[in-house]
């Protein structure tokens, strides 16, 4: 099954408007929405600190629980059709 990664962090009101707009994808894409916190890992931090919202593809794989990230991110911002049509070239 395929994940849609939002890295965010708690108190970002550009991440809460970033949610709505993937929100109405997930079912037609057939998608799980998976939210990351930046704040919990230094690496992510560094890398997408000042870049969030941003969403990224991953594709579950049995024995990993976050699954592989997979093309390139998408950074905020975005509505919902610029989303549509990044998913459709990943």
């Known amino acids: 099954m395929k994940s849609l990664i939002l ?3 708690l108190g970002c009101h550009l991440c ?3 949610k709505e707009q993937i929100e109405p994808l997930l079912d037609v894409c057939d998608l799980r929405l998976v939210e990351i916190d ?3 890992d230094e690496t992510l931090l560094q890398r997408y600190g000042v870049r969030i919202p ?3 593809l991953a ?3 049995d024995n990993d629980e976050k699954g592989a990230e997979k093309g390139a ?3 905020w911002p ?3 059709q610029a989303v549509y049509r990044w998913l459709l070239a990943q």
């Open 54 to 56: 941003v969403i990224r």
């Open 59 to 61: 594709i579950e794989a």
């Open 73 to 75: 991110d998408l950074g």
């Open 16 to 18: 809460d408007l970033a």
């Open 38 to 40: 930046i704040a919990d």
């Open 78 to 80: 975005f509505d919902t």
């Open 7 to 9: 890295y965010h962090t």
